[in-house]
């Protein structure tokens, strides 16, 4: 007997982290330095908006027809055969066409949600591994403190210019 899921939505919480995190990242890589990457991040963000104006157009031109999609499909699962075995005189009718609508209405918003946190955490993605590559070339290879450790080490009985010497009293 397995039932489908109501689909929920994701908690407020999660909702503002996933938020904030892709807005940081945006500003992260706004800031990258090289004008490569500063123009790949900008072509991306447009794209990115592109397709999430595209997708709020989408579900405002078809909401209606997605409702009544979902309306249908409530209604077959409602009027399918279940396994249980119920007697015709035990139960009533417990079909409510408001009900169903309510139901309806809330699967194809929730559904236009999860679209939009779908581009959303590809966006992430995208914006971390831009951000990861970037910081990867164009970070130093070794640290000006380790260069400076380097330098200062030199034992005492090295020359300046790189030869050994040897001491003249011994």
């Avoid at 997708?55 to 409530?74: G, S, W």
């Avoid at 020359?159 to 010497?165: L, Y």
Wanted: hydrophobic share 30%; aromatic share 8%; glycine share 2%.
């Amino acid at each position: 007997m397995t039932e489908k899921k109501i689909p929920t939505q994701l908690p407020i919480e999660e909702v503002l982290r996933r938020s904030f995190e892709v807005a940081s990242l945006r500003k992260d890589a706004m800031a990258l330095k090289t004008t490569r990457y500063w123009s790949d991040v900008r072509k991306f963000g447009q794209r990115c908006n592109k397709v999430r104006a595209r997708e709020e157009r989408l579900y405002t031109e078809r909401y209606d027809t997605r409702v009544e999609e979902a309306r249908r499909r409530l209604i077959d699962e409602a009027a399918s055969r279940s396994r249980d075995f119920k007697p015709p005189w035990a139960g009533k009718d417990r079909f409510s066409p408001d009900a169903i609508l309510r139901q309806a209405r809330r699967q194809v918003e929730i559904a236009h949600e999860r679209r939009l946190m779908r581009i959303t955490e590809y966006e992430r993605r995208t914006l971390e591994g831009f951000k990861r590559q970037a910081a990867r070339e164009t970070s130093a290879s070794v640290s000006p403190r380790e260069t400076f450790a380097q330098a200062s080490t030199r034992s005492p009985a090295m020359e300046r210019r790189g030869g050994w010497v040897r001491r003249r009293d011994s």
